[in-house]
């Protein structure tokens, strides 16, 4: 231990130091002990935050980022095939549409049947179509049934396959009350999709 004022060695039992005549304070001895200490368990408990703090990271994190490794960047040649899938799938759209205007045709009116029995009708819409394309089509038709100008039943149908150059007479059933009097039925293309 070292005089705080001139810095003379001094023994334990020393109360001043011999060469100044300051006092010597035998706490000090214990105060670095103690800063000693201190310091020791701050170095301790960061060391084992910072353990913690790795297995953490290993845990959570690092797989997570293997994760995204494995997984391949999005690149423009994958944009690209991406869109050409879209834009072949608007323009099969397109050609169905037109198709639909152009090849498919109702050759007759719609034929309005209706049978009842025992309080229910079996109300039935039919309608003489063609395919007048080149392709195999499914053929969908708005059909709508009223009474008295009221709309009592409407919706979309898939109604028939038409081969190319097919012609076929298509129809739809609904069974209603009979107190709900449908007298009349319609029938439009609506839409077709291509099939093999």
Known sequence: MKC????NELTKDDLYCSECGHKVDH??????????????TYKRTAVIISILFIVAFLYFIYPTLKTNETIPPTTSDNLKKEDVKVENEVNELNDEKNYLKD????????IFNKNCENG???N?????????????????????FR???????????DVAVLEPYDLKKVSFSYKQDELLNIDNCEMKKSFVKFTK
């Open 4 to 7: 705080k004022k001139c810095g």
């Open 27 to 40: 706490d000090e001895k214990h105060k670095e002990k103690i800063s000693f200490i201190s310091l020791f």
């Open 103 to 110: 090849k498919i045709n109702v050759r007759e009116n719609s």
């Open 120 to 122: 229910v009708c079996e």
């Open 124 to 144: 039935e819409c039919s309608a003489v179509v063609s395919n007048d394309g080149d392709n195999k089509v499914r053929l969908s038709m708005e059909i709508s």
């Open 147 to 157: 009474s008295d100008d009221k709309l009592r039943f409407g919706g979309i149908e």
